[in-house]
């Protein structure tokens, strides 16, 4: 893609250099083939931050730039856009009723981490290769049918016909918490009840599993004592990104923007 079928970027009159947006194409994912929505995305993030820039030089209110990490500080440009936004957009503390309200909204979003104890039988295969998922599959789906006649043979099956390792201790894999697993295989752990077994192979990126829950501990509810302070952090932060979103709306409303079709989200 070169310069001449691009079109050129222009911010109240301030024309944008090829050479800033493609610095921030780096910054942007694009399906392969298609680099012309990674520079798209590019150039929508530098006339945002263009516009912001000259929104902060418009007021001529300067701030020093502050130590982000150790031996970093910030641009001359992230001290202004920071001090910007402090002055524009104003954190809003919930009050402690709004704070119950989502508690009691959403009671699943606030318990421990349920916990499992759990086997399976592994029958590994590279997806990519579909003769040999296929021939997973089927080897997991006969030893499924050998299951619901003899449940009881769980381990025994696994210590003959699992590919991991856990076939030393019949497919054992001991006390699983959230991310101990896949995505795909804790998703599974959540719809099994204790002593039930999966009927059907369920497929991960290692292959086709059988699944059996030994024990399950379900998550119990915290006390709203014990997240009050998060809750309010979270719906601080979302206050504060609503009227962040709504600043720069308002900015690219008023701005006169040539070269892309803005849309802020």
Not at 133 to 159: G, H, M, N, V
Not at 174 to 200: K, M
Request: include cysteine; aromatic fraction near 6%; charged fraction near 25%.
């Amino acid at each position: 893609m070169t310069d001449q079928a691009l079109p050129g970027l222009v911010i109240n009159g301030e024309a944008v250099p090829y050479a800033v947006i493609a610095a921030e194409v780096q910054n942007h994912d694009a399906p392969k083939g298609k680099p012309g929505l990674a520079w798209r995305q590019a150039a929508q993030a530098v006339a945002l931050r263009t516009l912001l820039l000259q929104e902060a030089q418009r007021r001529g209110e300067a701030s020093a730039p502050e130590q982000v990490a150790p031996g970093r500080w910030e641009t001359d440009d992230e001290a202004q856009l920071r001090h910007l936004l402090e002055q524009e957009v104003s954190p809003t503390r919930p009050t402690r009723a709004e704070v119950r309200e989502v508690y009691d909204r959403h009671p699943e979003r606030f318990c421990t981490a349920p916990l499992w104890q759990a086997s399976h039988i592994l029958c590994a295969c590279d997806h990519q290769d579909q003769a040999a998922s296929t021939a997973a599959f089927e080897r997991c789906a006969e030893l499924a049918t050998k299951l619901q006649a003899a449940p009881e043979s769980f381990a025994d099956l696994a210590r003959k016909n699992s590919d991991c390792s856990s076939k030393e201790n019949g497919g054992a894999l001991g006390q699983l918490r959230h991310g101990d697993t896949v995505p795909e295989f804790e998703r599974a752990l959540h719809q099994l009840d204790a002593g039930q077994t999966s009927q059907a192979p369920l497929r991960t990126r290692f292959g086709w599993h059988l699944i059996r829950v030994e024990a399950k501990a379900v998550g119990a509810r915290l006390p709203f004592d014990a997240v009050e302070a998060k809750i309010a952090e979270a719906l601080e932060k979302a206050a504060w990104a609503r009227r962040a979103r709504e600043f720069v709306a308002a900015l690219v409303a008023d701005a006169d923007i040539k070269g892309i079709d803005f849309e802020p989200h």
